[in-house]
């Protein structure tokens, strides 16, 4: 059982004392224009001041305070269909107490409790009805009607604001959830799919304004070795560090993403060859200073491939060839450098 179910009862003596108080307004409105006996008061008394504090500590003292906190809702609609009868079906009144008391059962997300509570309401009423034979008087005066309207306003902008609340927070978390979906959970980098959009995105920017961008394939140097000498713990923190390296050596406009394994790609919009070669080289030189905790010897170099968003490039797979060769190049060259493949 969740330690926030076990606690509910806290949260709902509040909002039961409060919306107890503003039934009885109503309740004593109608006992006023019905000129009722001391015992129909005695019993507003207790059924609508003295039972949220009897609930609370019924719940408080319960072993099981999430089932004794369910019992305290079952009583609350027991009430609401006992005043029923004993307002004379007096018809505002009691269709908003019987309103209200469901909505709260269905507000509280327990499965299926509004429709335990109906026999219960109903139940306490017709019972009621068959012992005291109540005769009916259904209109409302111009005082019930006034002391209807606290409970009326109070219920119906405490229902509106907890469904604004909700749908804030459904909305954050559908955010969140978007944004893990598009993360590389290891590096917090984007994940391929993702990042490939935003290149495509940036490719037709270029193609619709001559927007310039320029694009970074990355790979680390013998990473199987790393991980062969090492072990893949090691390993794996070295991918996480060149991440973290990604995340703080791009500007705020560019983009990373993990490309494969031990690759990486960045797109930098908006950039001249010169200011992504700075980028790189800066890249280059951080991932250079790793350092492993609990393997001090271990080194780490990556090479890297740059390459200049040009009309040639028809889509973005050439974009990204063009990058991938000028990395080939850095391999081939001795690796632990940055190339750029110079256009034919
Ligand atoms: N520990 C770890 N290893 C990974 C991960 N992803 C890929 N690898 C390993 O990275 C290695 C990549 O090796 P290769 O692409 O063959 O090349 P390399 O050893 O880096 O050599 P060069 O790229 O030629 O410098 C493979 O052995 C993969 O198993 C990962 O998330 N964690």
Redesign the pocket.
């Known amino acids: 059982m969740s330690l926030n179910r076990q606690h509910a009862f806290r949260k709902i003596y509040p909002l039961r004392v409060f919306g107890m108080a503003l039934g009885g307004l109503l309740v004593s409105s109608v006992l006023y224009e019905q000129q009722a006996g001391w015992p129909l008061w005695a019993v507003m008394v207790l059924t609508c001041l003295l039972w949220p504090h009897l609930a609370l500590l019924h719940a408080h003292f319960a072993r099981d305070r999430h089932r004794a906190e369910s019992l305290n809702l079952l009583v609350d609609s027991a009430i609401a269909g006992a005043w029923v009868p004993l307002m004379h079906f007096c018809l505002l009144p009691s269709v908003l107490l019987v309103m209200v008391t469901t909505f709260d059962k269905i507000s509280t997300g327990i499965r299926g409790l509004w429709l335990r509570s109906l026999p219960v309401m109903v139940g306490t009423a017709l019972l009621l009805t068959l012992w005291l034979r109540p005769a009916p008087q259904w209109d409302a005066s111009l005082l019930v009607v006034l002391c209807s309207l606290p409970l009326l306003i109070a219920h119906t902008l405490a229902v509106s604001m907890s469904s604004h609340r909700l749908i804030r927070t459904v909305a954050r978390q559908n955010h969140l959830l978007e944004e893990l979906r598009r993360m590389d959970a290891?590096t917090g980098l984007l994940g391929r799919e993702p990042w490939m959009q935003m290149a495509v995105e940036c490719h037709e920017a270029f193609r619709a304004s001559g927007q310039a961008a320029c694009l970074m394939m990355i790979?680390?140097?013998?990473?199987?070795?790393v991980?062969d000498r090492h072990g893949?713990t090691a390993?794996?923190e070295v991918?996480r560090a060149v991440g973290l390296i990604l995340r703080q050596s791009i500007r705020p406009s560019d983009f990373a993403g993990r490309y494969g394994?031990?690759e990486f790609a960045v797109v930098c919009p908006q950039a001249r060859l010169d200011d992504a070669l700075a980028i790189a080289e800066r890249i280059k030189s951080r991932i250079e200073a790793i350092r492993v905790r609990h393997v001090p010897e271990l080194r780490v170099t990556c090479s890297i491939g740059v390459a200049l968003l040009r009309p040639g490039h028809t889509d973005v797979r050439d974009w990204i060839n063009e990058a991938d060769a000028a990395l080939y190049h850095s391999?081939d060259g001795g690796?632990n450098q940055v190339r750029v493949v110079e256009p034919a």
């Open positions: 290891h790979d680390i140097d013998h990473f199987k070795l991980n893949h390993g794996d991918i394994g031990d391999k690796r």
